[in-house]
């Protein structure tokens, strides 16, 4: 899809048009829009190119510099349904030419845009989903773009308003694979290669349309894939781009059929995976009002970066359904972050968990989403991770009919176990020194790294207890071996304070490089004179200035003051009992983070948080410290 043009150019372009398509088009007879009818049917159109912003004449309209307007009532007026309400559109959109990581979000025009995305453009990387989309009340739907670049969207089919009908009624599948070339050929397909997909058993020949979700996988290039009714005319379209590095990549998308089933052609070549979930009838099925499309404004139904737990993995999510009585949802499922490569299952909740997958990531920290239509049951959906991710879901509609019931209990809650690398100079080697107080470390897989006379960027000094000289704080997120969740720093009482603001910035941009989630940043003590004063200012002020939602301050120095019997005579470094409790507040703030239960009660016999609150929140609260004695017997 790689063609040169941006975004903002092609737009621009058009300003100095005189008539732009839409308005020359604006007279003819157009289908009606909007939802009179609350149901609709399917209809198969195309596929269709209706715009691309590399080409001057884009076939859309500039409503500002990030959103186009594109007329799907028009391009589906030379169809049956031009005499029918149109209620939403099955599409698929591309971002190419991306410069800068963002989102991208379809949505009916006219309405404001909603908290929701359609995709999630990379820089430099084709990047597509489709979408049913509901429509405006002028036939048309809006496309924003978060960041510059160019947009490509295709039309498979619109939905029609419809109270009933025999043809275009959502039949669901459990999800059966019916192509998988890895089977069939040793070197996988050649580029350019056409194969033929055929109905799968239970599909009625008069199929209007399949649901299906494409896998593509060791392809040599870049490319593309399009998709279409088999014994039809190749359309130029597509719906989902293999990158070239021959790593899955999948796309879920509703496409045109015929007897023979779909073609599907692949640039790229390689492999190409294809399960089909569900079918839209032809005219021979009876006339019912059950598998229609309802839609609804486009609604974020779960985002687990706000809504916590994380899906961690071999976890399981169930949510409500937003519908009442509905068979099936149609969603935009995102895996944000995840800890490693893996997959995403949605299903109807309580029910068997399919063997298949809803939206794949390939790597560490990937953004990738994927459209999904999945059947609801009595108790809503379920979405099971293979490994841990932040998980997005928004709602577009919904199919009509009878929701399965659920028979299976609820999964039990599964608790995250991350990494988190300690760093710390003598302040937090005090863990060293006292080695028994590593046992209220708990919950997590704690990689220590704490050594005297350590400094954050800038080269240590040898200590005089241990005679080495440590790594600085930087070279220690540098160097962690594997991936690393949480990095905790207890360090930087050495750094001088007209370099501890470049520093911590240093510090940051090694931990994103680490594909780190959070670093924890505990105060500095301030002793009896306050020489550390600055060093919290400067900590506090980069947390609040909104550049760095992954910096989370605790505040070691106000948890700390009133304790008795922690600190050595300078009221910065710790004795035993310091180092007990901070091993603790460690702990709870670890908890606190990935939304765990407190590994241990506040005092013996009472109340385990099933949520752990940071224990600068219950210090706060209730005016004590956790009973370490009683505890930990110290």
């Given at each position: 899809?790689?063609r040169?043009?941006?975004?903002?150019?092609?737009?621009?372009?058009?300003?100095?048009?005189?008539?732009?398509?839409?308005?020359?088009?604006?007279?003819?007879?157009?289908?009606?829009?909007?939802?009179?009818?609350?149901?609709?049917?399917?209809?198969?159109?195309?596929?269709?190119?209706?715009?691309?912003?590399?080409?001057?004449?884009?076939?859309?309209?500039?409503?500002?510099?990030?959103?186009?307007?594109?007329?799907i009532?028009?391009?589906?007026?030379?169809?049956?349904?031009?005499?029918?309400?149109?209620?939403a559109?099955?599409?698929?959109?591309?971002?190419t030419?991306?410069?800068?990581?963002?989102?991208?979000?379809?949505y009916?025009?006219?309405?404001?845009?909603?908290?929701?995305?359609?995709?999630?453009?990379?820089?430099?990387?084709?990047?597509?989903?489709?979408?049913?989309?509901?429509?405006?009340?002028?036939?048309r739907?809006?496309?924003?773009a978060?960041s510059p670049?160019?947009?490509?969207?295709?039309?498979?089919?619109?939905?029609?308003?419809?109270l009933?009908?025999?043809?275009?009624?959502?039949?669901?599948?459990?999800p059966?694979?019916?192509?998988?070339?890895?089977?069939?050929?040793?070197?996988?397909?050649?580029?350019?290669?056409?194969?033929?997909?055929?109905?799968?058993?239970g599909?009625?020949?008069?199929?209007?349309?399949?649901?299906?979700?494409?896998?593509?996988?060791?392809?040599?290039?870049?490319?593309?894939?399009?998709?279409?009714?088999?014994?039809?005319?190749?359309p130029?379209t597509?719906f989902?781009?293999?990158d070239?590095?021959?790593?899955?990549?999948?796309?879920?998308v509703?496409?045109p059929?015929?007897?023979?089933?779909?073609?599907?052609?692949?640039?790229?070549?390689?492999?190409?995976?294809?399960?089909?979930?569900?079918w839209?009838?032809?005219?021979?099925?009876?006339?019912?009002?059950?598998?229609?499309?309802?839609?609804?404004?486009?609604?974020r139904l779960?985002?687990?970066?706000?809504?916590?737990?994380?899906?961690?993995?071999?976890?399981?999510?169930?949510?409500?359904?937003p519908?009442?009585?509905?068979?099936?949802?149609?969603?935009?499922?995102?895996?944000?972050?995840p800890?490693?490569?893996?997959?995403?299952?949605?299903?109807?909740a309580?029910?068997?968990?399919?063997?298949?997958?809803?939206?794949?990531?390939v790597?560490?920290?990937a953004?990738?989403a994927?459209?999904?239509?999945?059947?609801?049951?009595t108790?809503?959906?379920?979405?099971?991770?293979?490994?841990?991710?932040d998980l997005?879901?928004?709602?577009?509609?919904?199919?009509?009919?009878?929701?399965?019931?659920?028979?299976?209990?609820v999964?039990?809650?599964?608790?995250?176990?991350?990494?988190?690398?300690?760093?710390?100079?003598?302040?937090?080697?005090?863990?060293?020194?006292?080695?028994?107080?590593?046992?209220?470390?708990?919950?997590?897989?704690?990689?220590?790294?704490?050594?005297?006379?350590?400094?954050?960027?800038?080269?240590?000094?040898?200590?005089?207890?241990?005679?080495?000289?440590?790594?600085?704080?930087?070279?220690s997120?540098?160097?962690?071996?594997?991936?690393?969740d949480?990095?905790?720093?207890?360090?930087?009482?050495?750094?001088?304070?007209?370099?501890?603001?470049?520093a911590?910035?240093?510090?940051?941009?090694?931990?994103?490089?680490?594909?780190?989630?959070?670093?924890?940043?505990?105060?500095?003590?301030?002793?009896?004179?306050?020489?550390?004063?600055?060093?919290?200012?400067?900590?506090?002020?980069?947390?609040a200035?909104?550049?760095?939602?992954?910096?989370?301050?605790?505040?070691?120095?106000?948890?700390?003051?009133a304790?008795?019997?922690?600190?050595?005579?300078?009221?910065?470094?710790?004795?035993?009992?310091?180092?007990?409790?901070?091993a603790?507040?460690?702990?709870?703030?670890?908890?606190h983070l990935?939304?765990?239960?407190?590994?241990?009660p506040?005092?013996?016999?009472?109340?385990?948080?099933?949520?752990?609150?940071?224990?600068?929140?219950?210090a706060?609260?209730?005016?004590?410290?956790?009973?370490?004695?009683?505890?930990?017997?110290?």
């Amino acid at each position: 899809m790689t063609r040169p043009g941006r975004f903002a150019w092609a737009l621009a372009l058009l300003a100095v048009i005189a008539v732009s398509p839409l308005a020359a088009t604006a007279a003819r007879p157009r289908p009606a829009s909007a939802a009179a009818v609350s149901t609709s049917r399917f209809e198969s159109v195309g596929p269709l190119r209706l715009a691309d912003t590399r080409q001057a004449l884009c076939g859309c309209e500039r409503v500002d510099a990030t959103t186009v307007r594109i007329d799907i009532a028009h391009a589906a007026s030379s169809s049956a349904a031009a005499s029918d309400t149109i209620v939403a559109a099955a599409v698929t959109v591309t971002a190419t030419n991306t410069s800068t990581d963002g989102f991208v979000t379809a949505y009916p025009s006219g309405t404001p845009r909603p908290a929701t995305s359609t995709l999630n453009a990379r820089t430099g990387v084709d990047t597509s989903n489709s979408a049913i989309v509901p429509v405006g009340s002028d036939g048309r739907i809006d496309v924003f773009a978060q960041s510059p670049t160019d947009l490509v969207v295709d039309l498979t089919g619109v939905f029609v308003g419809a109270l009933s009908a025999r043809a275009g009624r959502f039949e669901s599948l459990a999800p059966v694979r019916v192509i998988d070339t890895r089977l069939t050929s040793a070197d996988g397909l050649s580029p350019f290669t056409t194969i033929i997909v055929p109905l799968p058993a239970g599909v009625a020949p008069d199929a209007s349309a399949l649901a299906v979700n494409v896998t593509t996988v060791g392809e040599r290039s870049a490319g593309f894939v399009r998709g279409f009714a088999a014994g039809t005319a190749e359309p130029l379209t597509s719906f989902v781009n293999p990158d070239g590095t021959g790593r899955p990549k999948a796309a879920a998308v509703i496409l045109p059929a015929s007897a023979q089933g779909i073609s599907l052609m692949t640039s790229a070549g390689g492999n190409v995976v294809v399960d089909v979930v569900g079918w839209f009838t032809g005219a021979s099925a009876p006339d019912s009002n059950d598998g229609l499309f309802v839609p609804m404004t486009p609604t974020r139904l779960l985002d687990t970066r706000d809504d916590k737990p994380r899906l961690w993995a071999n976890a399981t999510r169930e949510i409500a359904s937003p519908v009442t009585g509905g068979a099936a949802l149609v969603t935009n499922i995102t895996m944000a972050l995840p800890d490693n490569a893996g997959f995403v299952t949605a299903a109807a909740a309580g029910t068997a968990r399919p063997a298949t997958s809803s939206v794949n990531a390939v790597a560490r920290n990937a953004v990738v989403a994927n459209a999904a239509i999945t059947a609801i049951s009595t108790r809503g959906l379920s979405y099971f991770s293979s490994a841990g991710t932040d998980l997005v879901v928004d709602a577009t509609g919904s199919f009509t009919g009878v929701p399965v019931a659920a028979t299976l209990p609820v999964p039990p809650p599964v608790l995250a176990s991350p990494r988190v690398l300690m760093i710390g100079d003598s302040t937090f080697a005090s863990l060293n020194v006292v080695p028994a107080s590593k046992v209220a470390l708990r919950g997590f897989d704690a990689v220590l790294d704490l050594e005297p006379c350590r400094r954050l960027v800038q080269p240590s000094c040898q200590s005089a207890f241990t005679l080495r000289t440590p790594s600085t704080a930087l070279e220690s997120i540098r160097d962690a071996a594997g991936s690393i969740d949480i990095v905790v720093i207890k360090a930087g009482y050495n750094e001088g304070f007209a370099t501890f603001d470049s520093a911590v910035r240093t510090i940051m941009a090694a931990a994103r490089a680490k594909g780190v989630r959070t670093v924890l940043w505990l105060t500095y003590s301030e002793g009896a004179a306050g020489e550390y004063t600055r060093h919290n200012a400067i900590l506090r002020s980069l947390a609040a200035s909104g550049a760095y939602p992954d910096l989370a301050i605790a505040d070691w120095n106000a948890y700390a003051a009133a304790s008795t019997g922690w600190y050595a005579d300078d009221h910065i470094h710790l004795i035993r009992n310091g180092a007990w409790a901070t091993a603790d507040y460690v702990t709870r703030w670890v908890a606190h983070l990935v939304d765990n239960p407190c590994p241990t009660p506040w005092a013996p016999g009472s109340f385990v948080d099933a949520h752990c609150p940071s224990p600068d929140e219950y210090a706060k609260a209730t005016g004590t410290l956790p009973d370490l004695h009683a505890l930990y017997g110290v």
